[in-house]
């Protein structure tokens, strides 16, 4: 076995392009759509109230200039990037392995999330057996959705130890491959897919520009470092976004440290977030080269941010999606760079919208 | 004075290409979006159970096979179809009395909902004094929306003497040119440019095929009839809907008994759609030639749409904006006449979304 730092070492641009040849019969090419009401508000300074009780309370609200590019992969199939990962697995998996050993084993994972949907999709797809360990509690939407594509859905405990003895289980009976669902080297290079389409439809639609950032959030982080991949030999900076809610911010906390956080015990209502960033999605992020930061927000600002590309550009996201928004209005860290960095002109930043999975009642629950 | 029939003569394509000529730099061109899991959904059979206590009780469930295509005016300028017709009215007012006149004089309208911030964006735009008559139990998002377009807001009570009492008041003192939200010629033509647009993004997306139908909400009438204009000398057949609570089908009623019903009181959720159809609306509307058919869903029908739409398409629209795909979901008469006409080829069928002004809260209190 080679260590996730070795491993690291084969995450190149060139990875990340070739998954793209795999995947894109299998996935949408998602929109990148503009909202001037969101420049407008986010290059707005926010008040000296508004500072009060943050570390900036008493400075001078930030003046950044910011043009926005929305990755919307809340429209991707099954609703979120997921989707790009599970394909790129899977694909590569019956490239490695041969289809017929891969469709007599099967695919297993753990996930009460999006990556279960993905999965089974994908097996479906690719018609491959698909097993999907999911908590009993899960929403019964959630279980109903995993199962609309064909998959198995198992239930277990909901800690990781219940869950990983119910794979083992399966696994034993069934000889199934596990997917992982974010620390793993094919998920990753599948999800940074999201910025190779980025990137080039950026160009499409501003012909003599540069795109400045890109801001993703960070859950086990294979979003975030697979576009840190894609970029890593390109001007462009990458940043990630996470929840600070009961901890959940664990990359930017071990960031400071030094020293990846391997447990986090949080509710933030981003529940795609709330894991902590994998092993080799660390090697990447923890890179300055690569990542230059990850910021942190709260749930009120989630909220917030959320309630506006509801209401101001009418596209449904899940609470998760929305935290790379969140810093770009809320976070003075980071718009004081912005200013600085992009002076007049500003800058370009790309904000992925990962994912558009609520329901009513989930939005209900929220704002009511 | 010429009569409503009169003018419902010059009613036709070539006077809304005229109005997209002038209003195309002021309006966003719409997506016209496309998803298969509506289209899989719509082109399922009822239940014979959930047709129980309708007239179709009993009945072999319609197998219409739908192709649909949503044009989405709830990510139009203010978040609704209503900018075209009001940068249409005036445009047109000064093309006809002078820009010194119209700016002198101002404009006036009275509207609680998209026609109010729809005048009060045209009108800042054009540098057009602008005074808008909202009853003053209004939400105070929509009297801050309306403001933020720079128009003067006045206060009224919510009876419609009361209302035009103020507007008297209002336009004895600046005489102030009323533009009306819906019973207008320019207004009309201004709406049916929604018509003109999504048929050239049919043919961009379908090369060799036919739009074989177009539904649309009926309030007023005025986007009804527009798209209907356009269409009046082409095969695509112009259907519209209505929801039924407590009478809100004035128009479908109107058609059954050969006479427009003036008088309407109902609170139905799809508050857009609570006013009687215009006079001049309803010369097109009730023209068979020109508007095929008027359907009717229900409350519970206008919500299960609206949350497919939310929860499976990922974008955000109002109640209103949602009864043509409800009467595509669920009229088993304009399902079977799919089935038949459109065979096993079906029906490629566009459905107007008219506008995404809800909130947050709204949603809440639909759905919590």
């Known amino acids: 076995m080679t260590t996730p730092a070795e491993r690291a070492q084969l995450l190149t641009p060139a990875a990340v392009e070739a998954a793209y040849g795999l995947i894109q019969p299998y996935v949408h090419r998602t929109p990148l759509l503009t909202c001037k009401t969101l420049d407008s508000i986010a290059s707005t300074p926010q008040s000296p109230e508004s500072l009060v009780g943050t570390p900036f309370e008493g400075q001078t609200p930030a003046r950044p200039k910011f043009r926005l590019f929305f990755k919307c992969e809340n429209l991707q199939r099954i609703g979120a990037f997921k989707a790009r990962g599970a394909f790129h ?3 590569r998996l019956i490239e490695e392995r041969g289809e017929e050993e891969v469709k007599r084993r099967g695919v297993i994972t753990h996930s009460s999330g999006n990556h279960a ?68 080297f094919n998920i990753i290079c ?47 900076r990458v940043f990630g976004a996470e929840p600070a809610f009961e901890g959940a911010d664990d990359c930017r906390r071990g960031l400071q440290a030094g020293e990846r956080v391997s447990k986090v015990s949080t509710l933030t209502i981003a529940d795609g977030l709330r894991t902590p960033v994998g092993l080799l999605n660390w090697e990447v992020i923890s890179n300055k080269r690569k990542v230059e930061g990850v910021f942190a927000v709260t749930e009120e600002q989630i909220m917030a941010t959320m309630r506006l590309v509801l209401e101001r550009m009418k596209v449904v996201v899940e609470p998760s999606a929305v935290v790379g928004l969140a810093v770009c209005l809320f976070d003075e860290e980071f718009r004081k760079r912005v200013e600085e960095e992009g002076g007049e002109k500003g800058w370009d930043v790309a904000v992925v ?13 929220l704002f009511g």
């Open 89 to 91: 697995a899977l694909l």
């Open 190 to 236: 599948g999800q940074g897919t999201t910025a190779l389409e980025l990137e080039a439809q950026y160009k499409e639609q501003v012909r003599s520009g540069t795109l400045d950032a890109v801001i993703t959030p960070v859950g086990g982080g294979g979003l975030n470092s697979g576009v840190a991949t894609f970029f890593s030999d390109k001007s462009t």
């Open 117 to 184: 949907q993905a999965l089974a999709l994908a097996a479906s797809t690719l018609h491959i057996p698909a097993h999907i360990v999911m908590p009993s509690i899960s929403t019964s939407s959630k279980i109903a959705g995993t199962r609309s594509y064909g998959a198995e859905v198992i239930f277990s405990g909901s800690t990781s130890v219940e869950r990983e003895a119910v794979v083992a289980e399966v696994q034993a009976k069934t000889d199934a491959i596990l997917v992982p669902p974010y620390d793993d």
């Open 353 to 365: 919208f990962s994912g558009g999975n609520t329901t009513v009642e989930a939005i209900a629950k």
